[in-house]
């Protein structure tokens, strides 16, 4: 019996066109640097053609810190692998929600595409359930670790967990060590402040003590998600676990704090207009003192953007301090089989390479994320990729249960929380009552999403993340 991890225990060509966007995208290089496909992709293996005899399998992923990586393995994996099935990747870009709406309606979904929203795939019905392809051993292997409403819905397993990404504040001990300062912040008044100092001290060389890729929402949700759960107890993306409502109250601190740096002069120029991949770049090249993201970096700073900057991690600063709740460890999903795809059982057999021991163990010792899977932990040596040891987890980060955050949005009237806080980070604005805003509209819209069945997430009073503290570290 599985078990329920919770507290409590539109066509073709816009399809090639969104693919081939994917040089900007979320976390890392442009798909066309690592090899992997970028145009043409999705129809050709939809469609179940073949190629030289060979059954092509499409597979979509938001995923770009990893992408070197991944691609050599499925390069083996088309090299090796006896049921005569290429596989094509295709890395996306921030878009990638879009894209898979887009390819579902236009009939040109991918075989085999990272889980974005467990609630809104299922009930928009592109993925398909796995119960029937697992076998004992496998029923085993991650019956301990799958969570509702990430993994299974009502019983039926859509994806396994795979690894989870530490959340930490990133920083350059060079700039600190120019700037007089002899730790990273533990407060966000000491985040605001250290910025400052950095900016004095390294601007007259192009250094500034802070940014995040303010191009998408992507960059106030990566500060946030991480500052707002190490802070408090009672929710994620401002949800409210004990309430079963929206309050994003929870964010204020670090809105705050972000658009303090920007009035400051401390953030990077050009912030408003920043990826991720051109952040990393600028921190490779010594230009930024601090920013938030997860333990992919280690990875990306050995592959992607290898660097001689003298960096490190550090858990998140919080408005006092202390650290109340715990850092959400965002994962618990990974990758399904589409029910548009005509070679399930191919795709199965891709699933099973991803996620056997071997690749697992490898993927986890590199240091692009932190396993979730039991026999992946007791098998791997702990990871020695330079920077890796600021990112392993440690009692403050845990697993949280799955927020209707998603599902929400697909019902929400207007503008979505993540722009609208960055635009305030960006231009300033009335605060309170752009929060009060906020929390009116996502409530009712999170009331229509729970009417008509797109989340059955309920409140649980009992809820307290504190306590969630200790579950992860390893």
């Known amino acids: 019996m599985f078990k329920q991890w919770g507290y409590t225990a539109l066509g073709a060509t816009l399809i090639v066109g969104l693919a081939a966007c994917s040089s900007s995208g979320n976390d890392g290089a442009a798909s066309n640097a690592q090899g992997a496909s970028n145009s043409g992709t999705a129809s050709a293996s939809a469609s179940g053609q073949s190629a030289g005899g060979k059954t092509k399998i499409a597979y979509w ?72 392809y697992m076998d004992d051993a496998t029923k085993k292997r991650f019956d301990s670790i799958l969570i509702e409403n990430k993994n299974m819905i009502d019983g039926q397993i859509y994806s396994f967990p795979n690894i989870g990404q530490t959340w930490r504040l990133i920083y350059n001990k060079d700039l600190f060590a120019k700037a007089g300062i002899a730790a990273p912040p533990k407060t966000l008044a000491e985040l605001v402040e250290d910025a400052k100092k950095i900016t004095a001290a390294g601007k007259a060389d192009g250094a500034y003590g802070f940014a995040s890729n303010f191009k998408s929402a992507s960059g106030f949700w990566r500060p946030s998600i991480t500052v707002s759960t190490a802070s408090g107890t009672t929710g994620a993306e401002g949800y409210n676990f004990q309430t079963g409502q929206f309050d994003f109250a929870s964010v204020k601190d670090i809105a705050i704090a972000l658009r303090q740096m920007k009035e400051d002069g401390s953030m990077l120029p050009g912030v408003e207009s920043l990826d991720m991949d051109p ?166 819209a999170l009331a229509k999403a729970r009417a008509d069945g797109t989340t059955k997430i309920q409140a649980d009073p009992s809820f307290d993340a504190s306590k969630l503290q200790g579950t992860l570290a390893q």
Request: proline fraction near 7%; avoid cysteine.
């Open 61 to 132: 992923t938001p995923d770009r810190h990893d992408a070197v990586f991944m691609q050599a393995k499925i390069d083996e994996f088309n090299k090796t692998n006896p049921d005569n099935i290429e596989v094509e990747m295709t890395v996306m870009a921030d878009n990638y929600p879009d894209a898979v709406d887009i390819a579902f309606a236009s009939k040109q979904a991918p075989d085999v595409l990272q889980i974005n929203n467990l609630d809104t795939y299922v009930k928009k019905g592109y993925i398909t359930p796995l119960n029937t």
């Open 279 to 444: 952040l990393r770049a600028q921190f490779a090249q010594g230009k930024i003192g601090m920013y938030i993201n997860h333990s992919g970096e280690p990875g990306v700073y050995k592959d992607q953007f290898p660097t001689t900057v003298n960096w490190a991690a550090a858990l998140p600063p919080t408005a006092d301090g202390q650290i109340h709740g715990a850092i959400n460890v965002v994962g618990g999903s990974y990758i399904g089989i589409s029910n548009d795809s005509p070679n399930k059982d191919k795709a199965w057999k891709f699933l099973q390479y991803v996620y056997s021991l071997d690749l697992q163990k490898e993927y986890y010792e590199s240091g692009y994320g932190v396993s979730l899977i039991p026999d992946v932990i007791q098998a791997a040596a702990t990871p020695s990729l330079p920077g890796i040891e600021g990112f392993l987890p440690t009692k403050y980060d845990a697993l949280y249960p799955a927020t209707p955050l998603t599902a929400t949005e697909a019902d929400l009237e207007g503008t979505k929380y993540g722009d609208v806080l960055t635009k305030y980070v960006i231009t300033g604005g009335d605060l309170d009552k752009l929060l009060a805003d906020l929390n009116t509209r996502y409530n009712a």
